[in-house]
């Protein structure tokens, strides 16, 4: 302490929290970043893509553990479709702002008909996992869903970029 009594120094905000530049700093950083997500162009949209799909994985995790009491494949095809619907409109809506160009049903149809491709793989590798395994752990199993996942993903990404770019411009490059 660099006060020999606290009587005759009074503490700043600094001695509780350190050097409030940082948190400055860290706050600007964060402002940036967040105008850099606002932006329309593939880096912003692939950004916004993989915290939404993030989020959605999340989502089929807690509901594929809540629902494990009824079997791998019924728990799996459940949190999938729950999951890839919210994942839908939040791409719609967030990722690719598609909400005036492309509505509801036919987000759900052409971003489901993209997902059902995700479906059957991820099932595909699950039913490998439990045939080959016997009873695999319950992360196991999440973390085989989600790898499969990430590489239909990057297919779904360029799929719905495609899908959902504004109409009369070219497809993405």
């Known amino acids: 302490m660099t006060c020999p009594s606290l009587a005759r120094c009074r503490p700043t905000v600094a001695d509780f929290f350190g050097?409030?530049?940082?948190?400055?700093?860290?706050?600007?950083?964060?402002?940036?970043?967040?105008?850099?997500?606002?932006?329309?162009?593939?880096?912003?949209?692939?950004?916004?893509?993989?915290?939404?799909?993030?989020?959605?994985?999340?989502?089929?995790?807690?509901?594929?553990?809540?629902?494990?009491?009824?079997?791998?494949?019924?728990?799996?095809?459940?949190?999938?479709?729950?999951?890839?619907?919210?994942?839908?409109?939040?791409?719609?809506?967030?990722?690719?702002?598609?909400?005036?160009?492309?509505?509801w049903l036919n987000a759900q149809v052409e971003a489901g008909g993209v997902a059902l491709l995700g479906l059957l793989a991820t099932s595909a590798a699950l039913g490998w996992l439990n045939t080959s395994v016997g009873s695999a752990h319950v992360l196991l199993q999440i973390t085989l869903v989600a790898t499969v996942t990430a590489a239909i993903g990057l297919m779904r990404f360029v799929a719905l970029r495609w899908l959902f770019r504004p109409t009369g411009l070219p497809a993405a490059r």
């Open 19 to 103: 050097d409030v530049s940082h948190a400055r700093h860290l706050r600007r950083g964060m402002t940036q970043a967040q105008a850099r997500l606002r932006r329309d162009d593939v880096f912003a949209q692939f950004a916004r893509f993989v915290l939404v799909g993030g989020a959605t994985t999340a989502l089929y995790g807690v509901l594929y553990i809540s629902l494990g009491v009824v079997g791998y494949l019924t728990a799996h095809l459940t949190a999938t479709v729950a999951s890839s619907i919210l994942a839908n409109e939040l791409h719609r809506r967030l990722t690719f702002r598609a909400e005036e160009r492309v509505t």
